[in-house]
């Protein structure tokens, strides 16, 4: 008889989750999430990242690391600059896990 894989029947989370992955897996993807937003409201507003930088009153490197993807370390002083130089509002939810 063959050995099962303890991963049969389970999610991806709890893979992730027994690898001590989940974590940092789902801080990057959201962080994807954001700098894709923020890229795309960019877009559709024609703002090159020197004006974004301006409209947010700061440098054109912060505003690299703001949408760098796999860059985590994004405060929410940040985020909501960026939001506000774009004409939107952050809105922040925790969510059951």
Do not use: C
């Amino acid at each position: 008889m063959s050995k099962r894989s303890p991963h049969v029947g389970s999610d991806f989370d709890d893979f992730l989750a027994e690898n001590d992955l989940l974590e940092p897996t789902t801080a990057v993807a959201i962080k994807r999430v954001i700098a894709w937003q923020i890229t795309e409201a960019m877009k559709a507003r024609g703002l090159s990242k020197k004006a974004m930088a301006e409209r947010m009153r700061t440098s054109r490197s912060h505003l690299d690391r703001l949408l760098d993807e796999d860059d985590t370390g994004l405060t929410l002083e940040t985020l909501s600059r960026a939001a506000q130089a774009l004409g939107y509002r952050v809105k922040v939810e925790l969510a059951a896990a």
